[in-house]
């Protein structure tokens, strides 16, 4: 069966999806309503529920999984649901939440043995201590979790594949610039989201934790690290530059970062982080069109729209 993204303009569709959010809203006839985003596997969809009574906002909450019979619409450049008909499912349906998930392109076991190599190759024993600490401490968590609520990589395991594909672009920096210290940099980039194990409530209508909203995964993984120092015994300047990587890797203040890059290798994993998250924006947003058209607008680059060549394979 096709996903919900690979439905075309106009056409009809009777699937089951999963309520990702739904936010509550009022009309100009004063008359409340539902903005959904549903999704499956293939991604997700906006649609709008008109004229709700209290039952149906109870009823179509996030994680909830619907039937929904509509039409896809193009709403000002991007893809919309109108809703014909929704409901949710029962039991004799057999479906559950795993089935509209979506993944990463590649599975946990191969994310987590990829890091493990990038551990064991640090020389530095400090570095890779606290490293391999952390990683033990939040492995399961880490595995499952996307690294964002929207944007980039807000997928199951996405946060995992981030870091694995962050990792294989620093190793081929670090090929062109030997001066740089793999050790820093690999275990910066393992690090700099690891915060979101605890940021984020989970791969499943992600959202932000108390802790989250409070203190933000850049605080969160800052404490850890010298949390790990503490309990392994280590001590000297490793810990405050490791620290210091990870603190910076937004780099730009208004980007939320607390300090700008001071260190040649945080400056590398900020323009990495950078690369790896618009490339996966862009080949998210760019898998809806077809050759010759162009994206709907893509808020964090900018708000542009980007064009798929026809040449493009």
């Given at each position: 069966?096709?996903?919900?993204?690979?439905?075309?303009?106009?056409?009809?569709?009777?699937?089951?999806?999963?309520?990702?959010?739904?936010?509550?809203?009022?009309?100009?006839?004063?008359?409340?309503?539902?903005?959904?985003?549903?999704?499956?596997?293939?991604?997700?969809?906006?649609?709008?529920?008109?004229?709700?009574?209290?039952?149906?906002?109870?009823?179509?909450?996030?994680?909830?999984?619907?039937?929904?019979?509509?039409?896809?619409?193009?709403?000002?450049?991007?893809?919309?649901?109108?809703?014909?008909?929704?409901?949710?499912?029962?039991?004799?349906?057999?479906?559950?939440?795993?089935?509209?998930?979506?993944?990463?392109?590649?599975?946990?076991?191969?994310?987590?043995s990829k890091i493990t190599q990038y551990i064991f190759?640090?020389?530095?024993?400090?570095?890779?201590?606290?490293?391999?600490?952390?990683?033990?401490?939040?492995?399961?968590?880490?595995?499952?979790?996307?690294?964002?609520?929207?944007?980039?990589?807000?997928?199951?395991?996405?946060?995992?594949?981030?870091?694995?594909?962050?990792?294989?672009?620093?190793?081929?920096?670090?090929?062109?610039?030997?001066?740089?210290?793999?050790?820093?940099?690999?275990?910066?980039?393992?690090?700099?989201?690891?915060?979101?194990?605890?940021?984020?409530?989970?791969?499943?209508?992600?959202?932000?934790?108390?802790?989250?909203?409070?203190?933000?995964?850049?605080?969160?993984?800052?404490?850890?690290?010298a949390k790990a120092a503490e309990e392994l015994g280590?001590?000297?300047?490793?810990?405050?530059?490791?620290?210091?990587?990870?603190?910076?890797?937004?780099?730009?203040?208004?980007?939320?970062?607390?300090?700008?890059?001071?260190?040649?290798?945080?400056?590398?994993?900020?323009?990495?982080?950078?690369?790896?998250?618009?490339?996966?924006?862009?080949?998210?947003?760019?898998?809806?069109?077809?050759?010759?058209?162009?994206?709907?607008?893509?808020?964090?680059?900018?708000?542009?729209?980007?064009?798929?060549?026809?040449?493009?394979?």
């Amino acid at each position: 069966m096709k996903g919900i993204l690979e439905h075309e303009v106009g056409e009809q569709v009777d699937l089951f999806l999963l309520i990702k959010s739904a936010t509550k809203g009022m009309a100009s006839n004063g008359k409340p309503f539902l903005t959904l985003i549903l999704q499956d596997k293939s991604g997700d969809i906006e649609a709008k529920l008109w004229d709700i009574s209290n039952d149906q906002v109870r009823i179509f909450q996030a994680e909830t999984i619907v039937r929904v019979a509509g039409e896809v619409h193009n709403y000002r450049g991007r893809l919309q649901l109108k809703i014909r008909q929704i409901r949710p499912t029962s039991a004799h349906d057999g479906v559950n939440v795993a089935d509209f998930l979506e993944t990463a392109p590649i599975d946990k076991e191969e994310i987590s043995s990829k890091i493990t190599q990038y551990i064991f190759e640090m020389k530095n024993p400090n570095i890779q201590r606290i490293t391999r600490h952390l990683m033990k401490k939040y492995l399961d968590r880490f595995l499952e979790y996307p690294a964002a609520t929207k944007n980039h990589h807000e997928f199951v395991s996405g946060l995992g594949f981030h870091v694995v594909s962050m990792l294989d672009l620093a190793k081929a920096i670090a090929e062109l610039y030997p001066f740089l210290d793999r050790d820093l940099l690999y275990s910066g980039i393992i690090l700099h989201d690891l915060g979101k194990v605890i940021e984020l409530s989970g791969p499943v209508s992600t959202t932000y934790t108390v802790e989250g909203n409070l203190l933000g995964h850049i605080t969160i993984i800052v404490n850890e690290i010298a949390k790990a120092a503490e309990e392994l015994g280590i001590q000297g300047e490793e810990v405050v530059v490791l620290q210091h990587v990870v603190l910076s890797h937004h780099g730009k203040l208004e980007w939320g970062s607390p300090k700008q890059p001071m260190i040649k290798e945080a400056e590398i994993l900020h323009i990495i982080d950078n690369i790896d998250a618009k490339m996966n924006m862009l080949d998210r947003s760019l898998k809806r069109v077809k050759p010759g058209e162009f994206s709907e607008r893509i808020f964090p680059l900018d708000n542009r729209s980007f064009y798929k060549p026809t040449f493009h394979s």
